[in-house]
């Protein structure tokens, strides 16, 4: 094998975003993506059905000279081996040796981590948080997920379990019912999607729902403050692309923390890669 190819066998892996709604896959050399697929999960459908969907995404982008798979899956994570327990919006998923099964229908070397954490380690760094040492990643999708990085490390807890917010009680409910896309379908009946097609429109109903949408991400992110006083919160997931409707009434429900010295000078944006989470999943390899 020349110099060449030794060189690309050490950079070149696989990353996957797994989500309640869709799978991400991409091939990723030093942190970018060559090219990705991105198939529909089949989030209520048995466990070899979604295995199956995992698979056919990873093979649309792999290559032969891959060095490993790395897999972000939304729930509790048995890291060292690799099993998925707890998946709450793919509720068929649990207790899947995942590892162990991709290795064999593969014949490539995978990790599997939560997907927060691996949004979390992409935007600290592959994208615009290299200059933080302690943040928090959120993603915002079909449920609210949590990544924490401390001291520049990733900090995963028993089980992934670190950073679970979503599932702390909030009014009527958990967090991820006003924090995630549940917010639109629990509250107006519409998808995050349809709503931000029209509130880009300038429709006042679906700027309004954003509006809300906005004081209750603020609370979570003061709830996050409250436990971590991080530098900075990185946004992800699908909603986040629409953070400039939500930044205003998300800023004033955080500037209520009462500890102003602690948010003043907090940095919250969105990754600037929406991919981010598939080219962190894809550093698995290499952690």
């Known amino acids: 094998m020349n110099e060449k190819n030794i060189s690309k066998q050490l950079y070149k892996t696989v990353g996957v975003d797994v989500g309640g709604t869709k799978i991400m896959a991409g091939l990723v050399e030093n942190g970018r993506i060559l090219k990705s697929k991105t198939l529909p999960t089949p989030a209520y459908a048995e466990k070899d059905d979604i295995v199956k969907a995992i698979v056919d995404a990873i093979r649309l982008v792999l290559d032969d000279d891959c060095t490993g798979i790395g897999i972000g899956v939304p729930g509790l994570i048995n890291t060292k081996e690799g099993i998925v327990h707890n998946v709450g919006n793919i509720p068929d998923f649990s207790n899947v040796p995942l590892k162990q099964i991709l290795e064999k229908e593969l014949g490539k070397t995978v990790f599997v981590n939560n997907d927060a954490n691996c949004f979390a380690l992409g935007a600290k760094n592959f994208d615009n948080a290299k200059q933080y040492n302690n943040l928090v990643g959120l993603t915002l999708g079909t449920g609210l997920g949590g990544g924490i990085i401390i001291k520049g490390h990733l900090y995963e807890g028993v089980g992934c379990g670190a950073g679970e917010f979503g599932y702390l009680p909030y009014y009527d409910g ?9 917010f639109f379908k629990r509250q107006f009946h ?9 509130a880009l429109s300038g429709d006042e109903s679906a700027l309004h729902m954003f509006n809300r949408f906005g004081f209750h ?32 009434s998300m800023w004033s429900s955080i500037h209520l923390f009462p500890y102003s010295h602690v948010v003043d000078n ?9 991919e981010i989470a598939v080219v962190g999943a894809a550093s698995l390899v290499s952690e």
Do not use: R, W
Not at 190 to 198: F, M, N, R, Y
Not at 266 to 274: E, F, Q, T
């Open 217 to 248: 991400l603020g609370d979570a992110i003061k709830i996050v403050a409250h436990f971590f006083a991080p530098e900075a919160i990185m946004l992800g997931g699908s909603i986040s692309k629409n953070f400039k409707l939500f930044e205003k």
């Open 266 to 274: 907090l940095v919250v944006k969105p990754a600037s890669n929406p």
């Open 174 to 182: 958990i967090l991820e019912h006003y924090c995630s896309g549940q």
């Open 190 to 198: 519409i998808s995050g999607k349809d709503a931000a097609t029209l």
